[in-house]
T-cell receptor, first 112, second 115 residues
Framework: SQQGEEDPQALSIQEGENATMNCSYKTSINNLQWYRQNSGRGLVHLIL?????REKHSGRLRVTLDTSKKSSSLLITASRAADTASYFCATRGSSNTGKLIFGQGTTLQVKP | DADVTQTPRNRITKTGKRIMLECSQTKGHDRMYWYRQDPGLGLRLIYY???????NKGEISDGYSVSRQAQAKFSLSLESAIPNQTALYFC??????????????FGAGSRLTVL
């Protein structure tokens, strides 16, 4: 079964608003990553947070990680229409197998 | 040229046919992966390989096989395609560098339709 579960499945907001997506996972992890997918295209890596980190920033992206709750959130601030895409969390297990297991994704629509 | 190239990009085939999807990369990564994407199910791992002599099954390997012909090439085969293998297939590569973070670079995808 998949490691990550994402919430909400779909999110629609106005340009300029913030978007928050959540990811929960089941087993201990080495790191958690967020990827973006524009419709029908390949995924692109956005940001990685390690298990010993609690928060990470990259431009308008802010990721938090709570290992006690086995959850992460991705915040996109001041959203733009170009942020419209699907966002996936992916976890690398702590057993160092090198596998990356993806969640089901959140589809974000940003209306101009 | 793209870092990860998948061919074909689109393929329509019939039930029972053998299909091969090919992937090549110029990243110099050791690790290569095949994922399948279905609407509402996210990406599911089919097979992965950490070097030419290392092949591992993922979550949904039944009905699929792979071949790692070289460090840069990793192909996925459907020996006898069936309609529920209709999906978007992605190849990805990852490096063991950066303290083993394993960030993936994806190809553009191969859309397969089995009639």
């Amino acid at each position: 079964s998949q490691q990550g579960e994402e919430d909400p499945q779909a999110l629609s907001i106005q340009e300029g608003e913030n978007a928050t997506m959540n990811c929960s996972y089941k087993t201990s992890i080495n790191n958690l990553q967020w990827y973006r997918q524009n419709s029908g295209r390949g995924l692109v890596h956005l940001i990685l947070i390690r298990s010993n980190e609690r928060e990470k920033h990259s431009g308008r992206l802010r990721v938090t990680l709570d290992t006690s709750k086995k959850s992460s959130s991705l915040l996109i601030t001041a959203s733009r229409a170009a942020d419209t895409a699907s966002y996936f969390c992916a976890t690398r297990g702590s057993s160092n197998t090198g596998k990356l297991i993806f969640g089901q994704g959140t589809t974000l629509q940003v209306k101009p | 040229d793209a870092d990860v190239t998948q061919t074909p990009r689109n393929r329509i085939t019939k039930t029972g046919k053998r299909i091969m999807l090919e992937c090549s990369q110029t990243k110099g990564h050791d690790r290569m992966y095949w994922y399948r994407q279905d609407p509402g199910l996210g990406l599911r791992l089919i097979y992965y390989s950490f070097d030419v002599k290392d092949i591992n099954k993922g979550e949904i390997s039944d009905g699929y096989s792979v071949s790692r012909q070289a460090q840069a090439k990793f192909s996925l085969s459907l020996e006898s395609a069936i309609p529920n293998q209709t999906a978007l297939y992605f190849c990805a590569t990852g490096g063991a560098g950066d303290s083993g973070a394993n960030v993936l670079t994806f190809g553009a995808g191969s859309r397969l339709t089995v009639l």
